[in-house]
């Protein structure tokens, strides 16, 4: 281009000349110009014609030669032309999305699926997974529009089966219904439709830049189905714990096995009986509950190989489960909990603080791997702050709670455990303490402790008992979590946006919440997971299909019959001479 400029300048050259070589120019920079380097190689590579006087009219002399039929000006308005489709090929140059090979004669024979078909039992498991992975195989889950059949029915299972489900969670958890229909219900129905909505763009292939060593090229992100996916979900959110993974393995283009909680039985009786009514039993397979303990049924399935397993639950069941999948070097998602704090500084609004902690505690009773599980707040405003959790204790669940409807029942699994806290902490009971063994019931309760060294702060409460500890300073506050395992969830009530970076910035979490809790899990387009001890991996949203998904790389070399100058470039193969040495290092800069 700045040849042809010089050339016009001079009185020889025409003004489509120009416009071809500026075709040419642009063309270039657009498949190498990603660095400044670039643009400064591009500019010396065309530097030689710059100092051809007589370029242009030596190539009017050689097309007049060759073509004398035809105009220069035609040739060169052809070459134009084609640089310019070429430069806006550059743009569109998008793979097209995959057309996945499904064999349907294998699909469609039912002896290849007896087992799946006949429902999986603790005998029958590993016939069921291989059966499953030959599907996969063939085929059956990959297509865009079996994916979004399968989330479709998940989608009717929930709606029209709302009730029961609700009673369900009664049944099993003494849910009140608010706190049923929004978590268990309301919030997988509207994952599914953030997924339907998704799907098409989040499985499209990627298109990814060109590179000097690489071109001339096409190359892109493929998204891949991993396989067979164990999804083992927990008890304290039944089905929300088990359909937002389902809902992301299955967007992704995998089949899955579910295994529902046994110590959440009725929910877990309507995943095994109902959910399957909705889905195609060769993409989704429901294992469970069987008459076995959630540990005797988790460990039969770990037996067999999965390409991936997500599991929600306890730090102790999570190793378990690690060690069962290095057998078969099986890579995990592991969901867990931990002991998360609440910060609360001198200039917080410390009503607001007291009604959203003891809300976010409270939820579920308690069971929930996010909830604030301790407060540390300034010894300066702790009297007050404690005197505001009673005041929202006895607002939100009365003076009998037990008979408010407002808060769910212990598992009866924990009922003995979280009872046992209530004595022995060495605190002062600021509200609650109250419980009813046979009715699996403890109020809301608030403890303040003196001493970093209570029980109440040593292992994970899950329960609907809220410790508050007074510190010294904000350094204490955050060296006191620091010095423990980190959290899955974090938060902080402060005014000062210099305190709130403090804390975020020197301490480690999975997700932090300022000025109120919860919150940042539900953000749809947040990820949600752990660190550390709390967890690894995250999903949610679009991280769910990410999490479920292999991005592969892929390249296809162009063909061109160049001779090998740019297709099949010398200095590539052996012998390694200092030519080709002296190439490399060159181009090395421009990588």
Excluded at 179 to 194: A, K, Q, R, T
Excluded at 222 to 232: D, F, N
Excluded at 372 to 381: F, I, R, T
Excluded at 427 to 451: E, F, Q
């Amino acid at each position: 281009m700045v040849s042809s400029m010089l050339h016009m300048w001079r009185g020889n050259a025409d003004t489509l000349a120009c416009v071809a070589a500026f075709g040419a120019t642009t063309f270039l920079l657009r498949l190498y110009c990603k660095r400044l380097s670039h643009l400064l190689w591009v500019f010396v590579s065309i530097q030689p014609i710059i100092w051809i006087p007589d370029s242009t009219q030596w190539a009017d002399a050689q097309i007049r030669q060759l073509l004398p039929s035809v105009s220069p000006t035609h040739v060169f308005g052809a070459i134009t032309a084609a640089f310019g489709i070429s430069f806006l090929l550059s743009f569109l140059n998008k793979p097209k999305e995959p057309k996945f090979v499904v064999d349907e004669d294998f699909l469609a024979n039912t002896a290849n699926f007896q087992a799946v078909y006949a429902g999986a039992t603790q005998s029958n498991i590993g016939a069921v997974v291989s059966e499953l992975r030959a599907g996969f195989l063939h085929g059956v889950s990959k297509p865009l529009a079996k994916r979004r059949e399968q989330l479709l029915g998940l989608r009717r299972f929930l709606v029209e089966n709302e009730a029961a489900l609700v009673q369900a969670l009664k049944d099993d958890l003494g849910r009140p219904e608010y706190e049923g229909l929004y978590y268990d219900v309301l919030m997988p129905v509207s994952e599914i439709d953030h997924t339907l909505k998704g799907i098409a763009s989040w499985a499209a292939p990627k298109p990814v830049g060109g590179s000097v060593l690489t071109f001339p090229s096409t190359q892109w992100l493929q998204e891949e189905p991993v396989g067979v996916v164990l999804v083992i979900s927990c008890w304290n959110f039944p089905i929300n714990l088990a359909l937002l993974p389902v809902i992301g393995a299955v967007a992704a283009g995998n089949v899955v096995v579910l295994k529902p909680s046994l110590t959440s039985p009725a929910t877990g009786r309507l995943l095994r009986d109902v959910l399957p009514k909705y889905l195609d039993p060769r993409v989704i397979t429901v294992a469970g509950p069987f008459s076995c303990s959630d540990i005797e049924c988790s460990q039969t399935l770990l037996q067999h190989r999965f390409d991936h397993i997500f599991f929600t639950g306890s730090s102790r069941g999570g190793r378990a489960v690690m060690e069962l999948a290095a057998k078969h070097v099986t890579p995990c998602t592991m969901e867990l909990g931990g002991k998360n704090p609440v910060f609360v500084t001198a200039d917080a609004d410390l009503s607001l603080a007291a009604k959203r902690t003891i809300w976010g505690r409270m939820l579920n009773a308690g069971q929930q791997c996010i909830a604030p599980d301790y407060v540390l707040v300034d010894e300066k405003v702790a009297d007050k702050f404690c005197e505001l959790t009673k005041y929202w204790v006895e607002k939100m669940y009365g003076k009998d709670p037990k008979t408010s409807g407002n808060i769910g029942r212990i598992n009866a699994s924990q009922t003995n455990r979280i009872i046992g806290l209530l004595s022995g902490h060495g605190g002062k009971v600021i509200v609650g303490g109250g419980h009813d063994k046979a009715a699996n019931h403890v109020d809301p309760t608030v403890i303040l402790v003196d001493s970093p060294s209570s029980p109440l702060l040593k292992e994970e409460t899950f329960g609907p008992i809220l410790t508050v500890l007074p510190v010294k300073s904000l350094d204490a506050a955050i060296d006191y979590v620091n010095a423990g395992e980190k959290p899955l969830a974090l938060y902080i009530f402060s005014s000062s946006a210099a305190d709130q970076n403090r804390i975020i910035t020197s301490t480690s979490s999975g997700g932090v919440t300022v000025n109120a809790t919860l919150f940042h899990a539900g953000h749809p387009d947040f990820p949600f997971g752990g660190v550390g001890n709390s967890g690894f991996g995250v999903y949610h949203g679009k991280h769910t299909f990410d999490c479920f998904s292999h991005k592969k790389p892929v390249l296809v070399k162009a063909t061109w019959p160049d001779g090998g100058l740019l297709t099949d470039p010398f200095f590539l193969y052996p012998p390694w001479t200092s030519t080709k040495i002296s190439v490399l290092r060159v181009l090395a800069k421009f990588m």
